[in-house]
Nanobody, 114 residues
Framework: VQLQASGGGLVQAGGSLRLSCTAS????????MGWYRQPPGAQREFIAGSHFIRSTTYAESVKGRFTIIRDNAKNTAYLQMNSLQSEDTAVYYCKASKSGQEFWGQGTQVTVSS
C-alpha cells in the first residue's frame, strides 16, 4: 500500500494550492480519507476528513477555506486550499483508514509567505 502526496510549495498569503494524495494497493472509494498537518515545532493535527459515505468534517481553523475532494476514478483524494494564511505553513499528510487499519502518505511541505 502506498499513498503519494504531492502539490505542496511556496505560496503568498491569500493564494491557493491543491494537494493530491494518490493511492495504490487500496481503493480510495472504500476508505476514510483524511488530511493532517504538522506545523513547525507542533504536533500533527487533523484538518479534513471524508467518510466513504461522502460526509466531510473539517477543523475549525480551515472550515470555509479548505475542501477535501475525492476522485474515485483516479483513486485520489485532494485538498483544495484557498485563502491561505501564514498559520497554514506546515507539512501536510494524507491518511487512509478503515477497520482499524491506517496508511499514511509521506508528507508535502506547504509554506505560506506573508
Amino acid at each position: 500500500v502506498q499513498l503519494q502526496a504531492s502539490g505542496g510549495g511556496l505560496v503568498q498569503a491569500g493564494g491557493s494550492l491543491r494537494l493530491s494524495c494518490t493511492a495504490s494497493g487500496i481503493t480510495v472509494a472504500n476508505m476514510i480519507m483524511g488530511w493532517y498537518r504538522q506545523p513547525p515545532g507542533a504536533q500533527r493535527e487533523f484538518i479534513a476528513g471524508s467518510h466513504f459515505i461522502r460526509s466531510t468534517t473539517y477543523a475549525e481553523s480551515v472550515k470555509g477555506r479548505f475542501t477535501i475532494i475525492r476522485d474515485n476514478a483516479k483513486n485520489t483524494a485532494y485538498l483544495q486550499m484557498n485563502s491561505l494564511q501564514s498559520e497554514d505553513t506546515a507539512v501536510y499528510y494524507c491518511k487512509a483508514s478503515k477497520s482499524g487499519q491506517e496508511f499514511w502518505g509521506q508528507g508535502t511541505q506547504v509554506t505560506v509567505s506573508s
